[in-house]
């Protein structure tokens, strides 16, 4: 199962003067596919952040199986196509004005947030052109959020509890960009070319997956966050690895508290 989704890195337009993005704003966007059950990103692709998140898809290489889960703006016909010619499938958030004509209807399995169940075409020549084939429409109310999401899919046979559950993993992606923001160097750069902020980003990129590794191949308990930090300060500790994270001197490294008391201006 993946994720895939992108965020924007801001930059200061008067310094990274290619940055271009708005008017007074510039930015790159960094385009991800993270294997969920690992949380490892399997692909990124660096682009100007005017570029549209859907054409991100165009890179990737799809894996016969594999499931591709998204968010609503990834929503392209013939992209979803080209996902399915991969024998590969996808849970995409749908949008709210979607036309379509209903082919067939499961029973609701409404004590499970199953709110419908359905099979359809889609509506419109243009449409209907770019894809032909039967798509499931499943409406899910999330008791948490105490709101309904509507999914699409081109599995036809997966339970639709089991379609919910997948895009309710696309989180994960979330958390990914948010820790690297917050925890690794890429809101300030140590050069100004683009080649500088790509190969930054990059080491960053690297830093989080060879602690994502250590952590799974170790089984630690440590979070990302304290392992990066512990790692840190033993840079030049000839102490095996496995031994590092035993060690009683390490045992205080906790995760960042981001509350914190808000200052006033006067």
């Not at 591709?68 to 749908?94: C, E, L, P, Q």
């Not at 105490?146 to 899919?153: A, D, G, P, Q």
Request: hydrophobic content about 40%; aromatic content about 12%.
């Amino acid at each position: 199962m993946y994720a895939f989704d992108s965020t924007t890195i801001d930059l200061c337009l008067n310094v990274f003067w290619w940055a271009t993005f708005r008017r007074a704003k510039g930015a790159v966007k960094l385009h991800t596919l993270l294997d969920v059950r690992t949380a490892i990103p399997v692909f990124m692709h660096i682009t100007p952040a005017s570029v549209h998140d859907v054409n991100g898809l165009d890179f990737i290489t799809y894996e016969p199986g594999g499931y591709y889960v998204m968010d609503r703006g990834y929503i392209d016909y013939d992209r979803m196509a080209t996902i399915d010619k991969h024998d590969s499938f996808f849970v995409i958030r749908s949008k709210a004005n979607l036309s379509f004509v209903r082919i067939s209807a499961e029973k609701p399995d409404k004590k499970k947030g199953i709110l419908c169940d359905q099979h359809i075409k889609l509506k419109g020549a243009a449409s209907i052109e770019k894809y032909e084939k039967i798509l499931r429409r499943v409406k899910f109310y999330d008791s948490e959020q105490k709101r309904s999401f509507v999914f699409l899919s081109n599995n036809l046979t997966l339970p639709a509890t089991e379609i919910a559950l997948l895009y309710k993993n696309r989180w994960k992606i979330e958390l990914f960009f948010k820790w690297i923001k917050q925890h690794l160097k890429i809101k300030s750069f140590w050069g100004v070319s683009e080649n500088a902020v790509r190969t930054q980003i990059y080491i960053a990129i690297i830093t989080y997956t060879l602690v994502a590794i250590i952590k799974a191949k170790l089984k630690l308990k440590q979070s990302p966050y304290e392992i990066l930090q512990i790692i840190s300060v033993s840079l030049l500790d000839k102490t095996r690895l496995p031994s590092l994270f035993e060690n009683p001197l390490y045992q205080d490294v906790k995760d960042q508290n981001h509350i914190q008391l808000k200052i006033n201006l006067i």
